[in-house]
């Protein structure tokens, strides 16, 4: 693909020939249209299988946290395709969610609070508790910052918008799910989102 700031008649979109024209975000392209390709290995399958399954993931938190988070901070790349590439790494080639911990639920400048411990609350089904320590008089965050949840068990995704502050120091949560398989990840957003 080529990039151009100027072509010879100026920018253009639309398809002449075999090159197509187009502007995406302000950048514009010159692109050939793609040939037959009927290579299909095995580990391209592979690669189609995880890709196949980071999508599924993406477009099911489209209005959950891809356009309230991602597209915060995609710049010139889309929320959703920054979701997709910051993830890919998280699926095995079958196109299953093996590796939670190179898994991201949210990305940005607004860093977490040190020392976020989140365990379970024996005296509340389904229940967790979190605590942090409030390093906003540091400059890191503010004291208002929200406290968000990604709950994820094999079956469905839940995002959670809390009342807790950064400020707060903890949280006590009663999950959506019964207890057994859940990962959870801990975010703030800013106080106006």
Known sequence: MGKYTQGILGPFSGKVGAVVGSSWKGVNYIKSLPGPNASNTEAQQKQRSRFKSVVSLASSLLSSLIRPVWNLVGGKMTGYNLFVKTNMPAFDESGELVNYSDFHASTGALPLPENLNIQDDADVVSGIELSWKD????????????????????????????????????????????????????FFGTADG
């Open 135 to 186: 390093d906003s008089d540091t400059g890191v965050g503010n004291a208002d910052d929200k406290l968000h949840l990604m709950v994820m068990t094999p079956e469905r995704v839940h995002i959670l918008n809390t009342a807790s502050v950064r400020s707060d120091q903890s949280a006590e949560i009663t999950l959506p799910v019964p207890a057994g398989n859940v990962h959870v990840y801990a």
